[in-house]
Structure formats: structure tokens, C-alpha cells
């Protein structure tokens, strides 16, 4: 933190309450698990020889979080994370995730969550593609669907004066607004086509049945793809879809379809068929042309956020959500989300050679002897 001036800018924006967040940093990367037990773990732990004299019983937790909810407070806090750690207004990565929950809240509204029906919460993360570093998080209600937030979170972005020139998004934020307002402000962008339109389907119907030729071959990884380029008009404008076709994600997804499609004595003939052609395919659409060998590399940038959102779920505890009120919960995703932001710096620190909780379990084995004016590491192997 202090390598980044991070840990500066907190004292700029928290002041007197700085060393109260970072106590609760170093329990979330520590021990992430409920709020009920940091004060137990702070008193066994290094952390309460730096940040000293910090009551954290779970009353004094849900007033900091309250206190740092504050909507000016959080406008503060941006301003600084953005202006230390985006590096270009090259592009942006934005995605949501759904927080589903049940606790009783106005902003807990019952949404989608892969395929089923759950109260939740979204939680919309913005990545800088430069540095792969969080940038920014907005929560809506779990009934407010991606396409409808994607020109609000631009906008607000401008604010903190990060104006992008090209945004990557996930199929979920495909609409004729969306698209319409990137290209009104001149924001390259490229996304997943939704295989419910209209273009998906005769893309696919067009585009399949020739597709498998050594022309169309590209080299991803240790994997051969086959991906083809067309010009198409998206919503009154010139664009290009990019067809790509991964063949063992075909015999694996044609053989469940076969097995499936005969086993079934009622089964659509004509239906069956044009999902033949589907299997293994997908389809992106961006408002530039890009060569067919970087077309996939580039969409799987959005890796970056899917494996960050991940972190905060699984690594972090972000779920399940245990506050009821609308400050405390902005509180708790901004803690959640400056700690996923420290998360993300150590493992770029650490490389690939070890994982963070690897190296910090590592480090948890470490003791030492407390005396008045030193501590004293005991050795280890």
C-alpha cells in the first residue's frame, strides 16, 4: 500500500478513521469470513501491534462501514483511487455480477442468477484494461438488468475524468441503446452478439457450414479456433461480427445434442439442425475491425474481471451479504472493494509461482516475541 501511495490517499480521504480501515483490510485478506469474528482474530494478530487501540466488536464495525457509506465521502475516494491507479483511457472492462442474499433490504429485489430466480443485489465492476487493476463499482437493485446501466456508469466515469475509447462488455449489455449511445460518443467497443437476435441467427446459418477450412485456422494457446470476419450493419451503423468456431467444444456439445435429440421421438427436425450449427460456435460483434488472430485473445481480456469478481466471492467472502442498511452496505462493497484492489496489486506483485492466500497462510505460520521496544521473529524452516 505504501509502494502504490495508496496507503497515502487513504489518510487524505478516511483522515482519523484510517487505521480503523486498514485493521479491517488485513482481516479481510487474513481471514475473510463474518465481521463477528475480527475482534478475536485482531488480538491474536500482528495487525493490533499497527493499528493499534481498534475496537472491533461488530456495533463499532456497522457504525465505520456507516460512516464510510457517506456518498461524498466514497465521490472523494474515487477521485483519488482512479487519479493513482488508471493508467490510460485506453479502454475499460465492465461486467456485473449478482450478489444474491436474503436479508430484508429496498435494494434487495428479485432478479435472474444463472438460470434461476433469486433476491439479490448487482454489483457492476469496472477494470482498467491497461493495468487489469479495479477501477470503480456501482450496486443496483437485482431487477435492473445489464443494458439499461452500461451509459450510466460512462457517464459517471466521466466525472472522475476517465473518458474511454473503447469499452469491452459481456453479452448482457447488448442493446440498440447501449450501442447507439457508444458509437454517439465515439466509444469503440466489442461484445458477445446474444444468441437471441435476429443477426446471431443468420450469422450462424450464413457463416457455419463453410467454416472449418485451413483459411479460416487460427493458433489460440495450444487450441486451433476457426474464425471468420463479416461486415454487418449494426443499428444504423457499419460494424463487423466475428465468428468463431472451437471444433472440441463442437464434438463435445453435438454429442449431448445427438444423444439428447434421439432419445426424443417429438424432437423439431428443422430446430435440431440449426442447433447443430450452433454448437461450439459464438459470435462477437465490435464497432472495428480486428484480424481474426486477436479477435478471441482480445475478448477473453474480460477474463481479467470474471477472475477478479471471483476473488471477491470466494477469496474475500463477499458473499453472503450480512448488513441491512443502504450506508452500511455502500461501506461494506467499498471495503470489499479497496481490499480486492490490494488483493490484485500482491498477486501482480507475488506472479505466478504462488497464489496470495499461499504466501499469506505461509506468512500466518511465522511467531515472534513481543517485547517493549522490539519484536523478535522466532526462527522457522
Not at 21 to 34: D, G
Not at 66 to 84: C, M, T
Not at 232 to 237: E, H, R
Not at 307 to 317: E, M, S, T, V
Request: proline share 3%; charged share 30%.
Amino acid at each position: 500500500m505504501k509502494k502504490t501511495k495508496m496507503r497515502d490517499f487513504f489518510f487524505r480521504v478516511f483522515g482519523d478513521r484510517t487505521e480503523y480501515l486498514l485493521a479491517l483490510i488485513y482481516f479481510r485478506l487474513c481471514h475473510p469470513s463474518a465481521m463477528m469474528y475480527a475482534k478475536t482474530w485482531y488480538q491474536g494478530s500482528y495487525a493490533r501491534l499497527i493499528s493499534k487501540d481498534i475496537d472491533l466488536s461488530s456495533q463499532r464495525i456497522s457504525d465505520f462501514l456507516k460512516a464510510i457509506g457517506d456518498e461524498h465521502l466514497q465521490r472523494e475516494y474515487f477521485k483519488n483511487h482512479i487519479s493513482v491507479l488508471a493508467k490510460t483511457n485506453e479502454g475499460i472492462i465492465i461486467d456485473a455480477t449478482s450478489m444474491p442474499n436474503q436479508i430484508h433490504f429496498p435494494f434487495n429485489t428479485w432478479g435472474y442468477d444463472d438460470g434461476g430466480i433469486d433476491k439479490q443485489i448487482r454489483l457492476l465492476f469496472v477494470i482498467d484494461k491497461k493495468s487489469s487493476l479495479p477501477l470503480y463499482f456501482r450496486y443496483l437493485p437485482g431487477n435492473i438488468v445489464d443494458v439499461s446501466s452500461l451509459t450510466t456508469t460512462i457517464e459517471e466515469l466521466k466525472k472522475y475524468n476517465i473518458n474511454s475509447s473503447f469499452a469491452l462488455v459481456d453479452a448482457g449489455f447488448y442493446s440498440e441503446y447501449n450501442i447507439k449511445e457508444l458509437n454517439s460518443k465515439e466509444i469503440d467497443f466489442l461484445t458477445r452478439l446474444p444468441s437471441s437476435t435476429k443477426l446471431y441467427k443468420d450469422l450462424i446459418k450464413d457463416a457455419m457450414p463453410d467454416i472449418e477450412t485451413f483459411k479460416n485456422a487460427v493458433k489460440y494457446g495450444d487450441r486451433i479456433l476457426f474464425v471468420k470476419r463479416k461486415k454487418v450493419t449494426l443499428f444504423g451503423k457499419d460494424g463487423y461480427a466475428h465468428i468463431v468456431l472451437d471444433p472440441e467444444r463442437k464434438g463435445i456439445e453435438t454429442k449431448k445434442l445427438l444423444i439428447d435429440a434421439i432419445e426424443d421421438k417429438e424432437a423439431d427436425k428443422e430446430q435440431v439442425e440449426f442447433e447443430l450449427l450452433k454448437r461450439g460456435a459464438m459470435i462477437l460483434v465490435s464497432s472495428f475491425k480486428i484480424e481474426k488472430q486477436e479477435v478471441v485473445p482480445f475478448y477473453y481480456m474480460r477474463q481479467t474481471v470474471e477472475k477478479l469478481i471471483g476473488f471477491a466471492k470466494d477469496d474475500l467472502d463477499l458473499i453472503p451479504l450480512r448488513v441491512h442498511r443502504e450506508e452500511t452496505l455502500r461501506g461494506y462493497l467499498l471495503l470489499i472493494f479497496i481490499t480486492l484492489t490490494i488483493f490484485a496489486l500482491m498477486k501482480k506483485e507475488i506472479g505466478n509461482d504462488y497464489t496470495v492466500e499461499e504466501v499469506l497462510l505461509t506468512m500466518r505460520n511465522l511467531k515472534c516475541k513481543v517485547f517493549e521496544d522490539e519484536l523478535i521473529v522466532s526462527s522457522s524452516n
